[in-house]
């Protein structure tokens, strides 16, 4: 979900690792603190929406294993066959 620049802001304050802010501003010189924050929450909440997506592969593929046949086949000979070509 892609956001618009133009979001509400909140402000809040917050207490950091001091050794990160240094890194993370060496890293991105010039960028505003509010940015580096921004960017960060970014990542994390990414990581997180990754992680569910993850989950629900895991919780699909056990329900379905990769080499259960369906009217199409199954899943595992399709990989083979397409890693040969």
């Known amino acids: 979900m892609e956001r618009d620049h133009e979001m509400q ?7 950091v690792d001091e050794g990160i802010l240094i890194e993370a501003r060496a890293l991105h010189e010039g960028v505003p603190d509010a940015s580096l924050v921004d960017a960060a929450l970014r990542a994390f909440t990414g990581r997180e929406r990754e992680a569910a997506i993850d989950a629900a ?28 070509t």
Not at 9 to 15: A, E, F, G, L, V
Not at 63 to 78: I, K, M, R, V, Y
């Open 9 to 15: 802001r909140r402000r809040i304050t917050i207490t």
């Open 57 to 84: 592969y895991s919780a699909a593929y056990a329900e379905h294993p990769f080499d259960e046949p369906d009217e199409w086949g199954d899943l595992a000979s399709f990989g083979d066959a397409a890693s040969r």
